[in-house]
């Protein structure tokens, strides 16, 4: 099987900052890419940071420099450094990994994590 443990996720002040943790183990063939997604009340699923296995970064537009992607091989780690929050950030927090994984014999070509609450109070 595959596991995303995500962490880091809580309830902050706008202005302050959170740093979240994605940690992937298990059946992984290969990681193309790895990333945090937002969902928020009423809102669809969006992207937030994705970044490749090369460095390759891209932002969503609503991140303007507020928040740094970064990623560790050794193990497939995923940080997401989030600065200057505000309260429309807040939402629930997915890490996913784009690749090759094995889920139950099934290949599949990405994975989601369970989610990570953030919470940012006005």
């Known amino acids: 099987q595959v596991q995303l443990v995500e962490s880091g996720g809580g309830l902050v002040q706008a202005g302050g900052s959170l740093r979240l943790s994605c940690a992937a183990s298990?059946?992984?063939?290969?990681?193309?890419?790895m990333g945090w997604y937002r969902h928020a009340p009423g809102k669809e699923r969006e992207l937030v940071g994705r970044?490749?296995?090369?460095?390759?970064?891209n932002y969503a537009a609503f991140v303007k420099g507020r928040f740094t992607i970064s990623y560790d091989n050794t193990p497939n780690r995923v940080y997401l450094q989030m600065n200057s929050l505000k309260p429309e950030d807040t939402a629930v927090y997915f890490c996913?990994?784009?690749?090759?994984?094995?889920?139950?014999?099934?290949?599949?070509?990405?994975?989601w994590g369970q989610g990570t609450q953030v919470t940012v109070s006005s």
């Open positions: 298990g059946m992984i063939v290969s990681i193309i890419a």
């Open positions: 970044i490749t296995g090369g460095g390759e970064t």
């Open positions: 996913n990994v784009e690749g090759t994984v094995v889920v139950g014999g099934s290949v599949l070509n990405d994975y």
